[in-house]
């Protein structure tokens, strides 16, 4: 079973709910994420709401440096080139965007969470074949299973030492809307109990 996060035109930038794009919805008190390697501010990728998340619902927001592609190891998930961050979900406001740096994708895209009775991959073959849309319209998978390129990499929380828990997939996206993996996959992960998330990717 695969929840597909299938692109549902696009929308706001500062629509509520799960999107790829746009500006992030945070809490009071929130500082735009800035890259350990070059300095610059991170490029917002995706909010995601996890309404199953104990003792309330939160927001995963990825952010990751676009302004040296390549050169930030933004795909480590350590390394200060990417950031995810936990939100609980209620009384979030759009963010200050930073006037500098690659910050924003080119538009926001909205997702329709799609459930679909087949392994990931699988699902991501045969869906756009019977759905008649291209494969770039599926833009990830809300937790289930890693489909890991290079093998696993499920981060341990810094604070308790856990595997952490898969919160989405993320891919390329449309071509309007791309966000940059290196044509590879993003996999998010969190620890809600301990308030931590992780970004990777794999290409
Ligand atoms: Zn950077
Ligand atoms: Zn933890």
Redesign the pocket.
């Known amino acids: 079973m695969t929840t597909l996060m299938m692109y549902a035109g696009r929308v706001d930038d500062g629509a509520p709910g799960t999107r790829t794009g746009g500006v992030p919805l945070v809490p009071e008190g929130f500082e735009w994420p800035t890259c350990s390697s070059c300095g610059g501010s991170m490029q917002f990728l995706a909010q995601l709401f996890v309404d199953g998340a104990e003792p309330e619902a939160h927001v995963v927001s990825v952010f990751m440096c676009q302004n040296d592609p390549g050169l930030c190891e933004e795909w480590d998930p350590a390394f200060g080139g990417n950031r995810a961050l936990v939100f609980p979900a209620a009384g979030l406001v759009p963010a200050q965007v930073p006037a500098t740096g690659e910050t924003l994708l080119p538009e926001a895209s909205g997702v329709n969470p799609t459930v679909v009775d087949l392994p990931y991959e699988k699902a991501r073959e045969q869906w756009a074949d019977t759905q008649g849309i291209s494969r770039r319209e599926i833009l990830g998978q809300l937790a289930g299973e890693p489909s890991w390129l290079q093998g696993d990499e499920t981060p341990t ?6 595997p ?1 828990a898969f919160v989405a997939q993320l891919e390329q996206g449309t071509s309007r809307a791309e966000i940059n993996l290196g044509g590879g996959s993003g996999y998010t992960f969190a ?1 809600f ?2 308030g ?1 998330a992780a970004f990777l990717w794999q290409s």
């Open positions: 929380c810094s604070s308790c030492a856990q952490m620890c109990p301990c931590q």
